[in-house]
């Protein structure tokens, strides 16, 4: 089994920064893609960001600019720089990573953490 275990949520107020983080572990794994989701009250999850092993990366167009996602593949972990937060980036924040085990890829999710963005 793959556990994904993130922090770093909290709350902000408009203007500010965090940072998010989520590692990746288990046995006999092979992480891929990262990347992070939100939910917002009411609202379907979404694409926050990815990024490959390799370093590409994609963002949603409301991020761009604002949110930077990196990776340290030896570590198995994902960050999320958030700056320049705005209200309606409240939400659950998910954690999201594609894994090969044993010739088989799943496809991991990590608890969800919080961030509450208050004006």
């Known amino acids: 089994q793959v556990q994904l275990v993130e922090s770093g949520g909290g709350l902000v107020q408009a203007g500010g920064s965090l940072r998010l983080s989520c590692a990746a572990s288990?046995?006999?794994?092979?992480?891929?893609?990262m990347g992070w989701y939100r939910q917002a009250p009411g609202k379907q999850r979404e694409l926050v960001a990815v990024v490959t092993t390799g370093g590409i990366t994609n963002y949603a167009d409301s991020v761009k600019g604002r949110f930077t996602i990196s990776r340290d593949n030896a570590k198995n972990t994902v960050f999320l720089q958030m700056n320049s937060l705005k209200r309606e980036d409240t939400a659950v924040y998910y954690c999201?990573?594609?894994?090969?085990?044993?010739?088989?890829?799943?496809?991991?999710w990590g608890q969800g953490t919080q961030v509450t963005v208050s004006s």
């Open positions: 288990g046995s006999s794994f092979r992480v891929n893609t």
């Open positions: 999201n990573a594609m894994v090969l085990r044993y010739a088989t890829n799943y496809n991991y």
